[in-house]
């Protein structure tokens, strides 16, 4: 009997060695810093979805004739906080890509309200707006650079040996998407240049 306890007693920790060698803390902390990280890239284009009308309110009361230009900012921005993405579906690649496509449709669309008020430049508050959505749109790009390593990361680890035994046998662990850009330059944040002295 007290061979067996014995026995019991060393076989303990080589067990909890060899689980927490297949990835049974691994896999899920892993997984929750790429979810982690997703909610960092959602709060940076929330962040540009506020600034938004305060830069359309300004743009409003100085050149109220451009109408499309404002109309398509503010769409875009409508139709960008309406697809929202929790951390269990990004497994789903198509899902985002719906995210990412409704989100470079609002760059393009500050791109184009940018280019299209070159007298606003002038404007304190419209180039304050800018300078912070500029700042912004850099924000976004690191996080989107911060979720596509730490979705590397969990990717690499639920494939490769021994992490892959937890995966698969106690997880169902399933790759998760990384983001692309679905337009080409989206990956890239506006340019925002406030310099008068260039022809358009």
Partial sequence: MNRNRL???????????SLSGC??????????????????????????????????AT???????EQNILV????????ATRITLTGDQLTDPAALSRFAEAQNRVSISLQRLQEAYPQLQSQGNF???????????????ITIRDYNQSVQAYNTRIRTFPDVIGAKVFYGAK??????ATTPGAENAPTVSFDTNTSR
């Fill in 59 to 65: 743009v409003k009361g100085a050149a109220a004739s």
């Fill in 175 to 180: 790759p998760m998407a990384t983001y692309q």
């Fill in 23 to 56: 990835g049974i803390n691994s896999i899920p902390t892993a997984e929750e810093d790429a979810k982690a990280k997703w909610a960092d890239v959602q709060a940076a284009y929330q962040r540009r979805a506020n600034l938004i009308p305060n830069l359309v």
């Fill in 72 to 79: 398509g900012v503010t769409e875009a921005r409508a139709n």
């Fill in 7 to 17: 026995l019991a007693a060393f076989a303990a920790p080589v067990a909890i060695v």
């Fill in 127 to 141: 180039k304050t707006l800018m300078d912070q959505l500029e700042g912004t749109e850099n924000r976004i790009n």
